[in-house]
Nanobody
Framework: QVQLVESGGGLVQAGTSLRLSCAASGRTFSTLAMGWFRQAPGKEREFVAAISWSGGGTHFADSVKGRFTISRDNAKNTVNLQMNSLKPEDTAVYYC?????????????????????WGQGTQVTVSS
């Protein structure tokens, strides 16, 4: 079992930045490819960003490309989502997800069904 705990959410103004973190436990972190998803009220959960087990591969949704970055620290078992130039439409609950993988290539995953474990989510609210 893998436990994922997100932190760093909050209420911010448009144009500012926020950094989300996800702490993982229960499995060797370097065997996990990680992702961030979000779900706004009344909408389906959507992909935000993903990072390969090594950090050598990343992928972003078009809506956040150029504004968000994703990084990981395998020594600290954490993955971070740096969100800059936030917009009101970024308001959502943000979820961290883990994909258990033995694939040593720098692959990322962008579909929710590809992920095996999920955190409880952290609320991000961006006011205009």
């Amino acid at each position: 079992q893998v436990q994922l705990v997100e932190s760093g959410g909050g209420l911010v103004q448009a144009g500012t930045s926020l950094r989300l973190s996800c702490a993982a436990s229960g499995r060797t972190f370097s065997t996990l490819a990680m992702g961030w998803f979000r779900q706004a009220p009344g909408k389906e959960r959507e992909f935000v960003a993903a990072i390969s087990w090594s950090g050598g591969g990343t992928h972003f949704a078009d809506s956040v490309k150029g504004r968000f970055t994703i990084s990981r620290d395998n020594a600290k078992n954490t993955v971070n989502l740096q969100m800059n130039s936030l917009k009101p439409e970024d308001t959502a609950v943000y979820y961290c997800a883990a994909h258990v993988s033995s694939d040593r290539r720098h692959v990322t995953f962008q579909y929710s069904f590809e992920y095996d474990y999920w955190g409880q989510g952290t609320q991000v609210t961006v006011s205009s």
